[in-house]
């Protein structure tokens, strides 16, 4: 079987090897080989704006006065230690109490588990055709109705005020 084989020259001759210089390849004319191809070159990079180079520069002296706090000992702002806000001292307090910290992180899992399950759920059904809808009509009567009984007149308000407050204490154990 006779096949047709052009042959490629293994070595590259000095007339066409070139080399980079200030990061551009110089060019070649297109007579300088029928090997050749010639590569345009890219054109130079945008000139920077003005205000990219102020936030270069509010950057770099950002960096250089952190860099003199820290070499006289002293705490750039940005690195000075805040105080924790109150919910996380009470949380972090609260934790430290705890006896059966696996029993809680147990629960915390199970719960991110069963949010994810419901989310899952509720995604199926949204997608189902009729649901969704009847759904929504279902929602927007029960809050007719929740209005309608519990903030119709004042004494219906406080009283639901006052049943707020009541699961609020027995919640939270205070009184």
Do not use: H
């Amino acid at each position: 079987m006779a096949s047709s084989t052009t042959s490629i020259p293994r070595s590259i001759s000095s007339a066409s090897s070139s080399t980079i210089v200030d990061g551009r390849a110089p060019r070649q004319s297109a007579t300088a080989s029928s090997q050749c191809v010639t590569i345009p070159s890219l054109s130079p990079p945008p000139v920077q704006s003005q205000s990219r180079s102020w936030k270069a520069t509010t950057y770099c002296r950002k960096i250089a006065r952190n860099v003199a706090a820290m070499a006289t000992g002293e705490a750039p702002a940005e690195l000075a230690v805040a105080e924790l806000p109150e919910i996380v001292k009470t949380i972090q307090e609260t934790w430290d109490k705890v006896e059966d910290k696996y029993a809680v992180s147990s629960l915390a899992v199970a719960g991110a588990v069963a949010l994810w399950g419901s989310a899952g759920m509720l995604s199926a059904i949204d997608r189902l055709p009729l649901v969704p809808g009847v759904l929504e009509l279902v929602g927007i009567g029960y809050t007719g109705w929740f209005a309608y009984q519990n903030l119709r007149s004042k004494r219906d308000r406080e009283a639901l005020i006052q049943k707020i407050k009541d699961t609020y204490n027995d919640i939270i154990g205070s009184n």
